[in-house]
């Protein structure tokens, strides 16, 4: 499960890279605002969350992903 879990979050990390990687002629243009928008969502779903909700779901996230690397760099493959 630690396994798979580790494999899906890697794999997500390298979506950006894939997304910009010159490796055909044809290839997915992002817009040029992809970004802008992407921080103006999520500032939007945030402002929009009373300020304990936000510290609480943030504190969580950020435990997550700790213990997720953690426990990724404590086993060796």
Do not use: H
Not at 15 to 43: C, E, M
């Amino acid at each position: 499960m630690k396994k798979r879990l580790s494999i899906l979050i890697f794999s997500l990390a390298a979506l950006p890279a894939l997304a910009f990687a010159q490796v055909s002629t044809s290839s997915i243009q992002l817009p040029g605002d992809f970004v802008a928008t992407i921080w103006t969502q999520a500032n939007n779903t945030f402002s929009g969350l009373n300020g304990y909700t936000t510290m609480i779901v943030g504190t969580i996230l950020a435990v997550t992903v700790i213990g997720i690397l953690i426990e990724t760099l404590r086993k060796p493959q």
